[in-house]
T-cell receptor, first 113, second 117 residues
Framework: GENVEQHPSTLSVQEGDSAVIKCTYS??????FPWYKQELGKRPQLIID?????GEKKDQRIAVTLNKTAKHFSLHITETQPEDSAVYFC????????????FGTGTRLLVSP | EAQVTQNPRYLITVTGKKLTVTCSQN?????MSWYRQDPGLGLRQIYY???????DKGDVPEGYKVSRKEKRNFPLILESPSPNQTSLYFC????????????????FGPGTRLTVL
């Protein structure tokens, strides 16, 4: 089955810096890659996703890139702000008519003022 | 308001005492799922359901049961809880691809923190 590895496990940056979180997946059939943000004590919420027919997707300060050949995808956050501090999870899924997501182990991002 | 609800939010119980965590969604979603979240392990799927009376095992189903008798409800049952089931549990739902819309957005419930002594 699918296996998703996520790095780093923790990431500390200064406000205004960029942050990059990387994930690799094992199943070449995976074609949907969402990213979830989980603030302390809250539920995970989708922040951005990408499908395998797209190499990059942006939404304001957040972008995701996908390299299908290398089987890895990354989350990029520019101009980080303290409210970006959270745990970020990547996930991978094969589109088989339902969504069986396999999550990475999470990255705790700390943005210091 | 569109939402997924879970009850209870917090539960402390003892080994072997059967318990049920309820999950309900008001978005008419076909697909529902249960995850457990443990430090360093991320979110792992326990069971999922594609529709009423259709359920299947996820990655860590041992020790759990589910049922889907109604579209909106998907309870998680621990027949004989053990300490290794101490965890944070999330229910989630999403639309079926056949009904259109943001088909891949999973909406999570607020979580249930379970402690088994």
């Amino acid at each position: 089955g699918e296996n998703v590895e996520q790095h780093p496990s923790t990431l500390s940056v200064q406000e205004g810096d960029s942050a990059v979180i990387k994930c690799t997946y094992s199943d070449s059939a995976s074609n949907y890659f969402p990213w979830y943000k989980q603030e302390l004590g809250k539920r995970p919420q989708l922040i951005i996703d990408i499908r395998s027919n797209v190499g990059e997707k942006k939404d304001q300060r957040i972008a995701v890139t996908l390299n299908k050949t290398a089987k890895h995808f990354s989350l990029h956050i520019t101009e980080t702000q303290p409210e970006d501090s959270a745990v970020y999870f990547c996930a991978a899924s094969v589109d088989t008519g339902f969504q069986k997501l396999v999550f990475g182990t999470g990255t705790r991002l700390l943005v210091s003022p | 308001e569109a939402q997924v609800t879970q009850n209870p939010r917090y539960l402390i119980t003892v080994t072997g005492k059967k318990l049920t965590v309820t999950c309900s969604q008001n978005m008419n979603h076909e697909y529902m799922s249960w995850y457990r979240q443990d430090p360093g392990l991320g979110l792992r799927q326990i069971y999922y359901s594609m529709n009423v009376e259709v359920t299947d095992k996820g990655d860590v189903p041992e020790g759990y049961k589910v049922s889907r008798k109604e579209k909106r409800n998907f309870p998680l049952i621990l027949e004989s809880p053990s300490p290794n089931q101490t965890s944070l549990y999330f229910c989630a739902s999403c639309m079926s691809p056949t009904t259109g819309g943001p088909i891949y957005t999973q909406y999570f419930g607020p979580g249930t923190r379970l402690t088994v002594l």
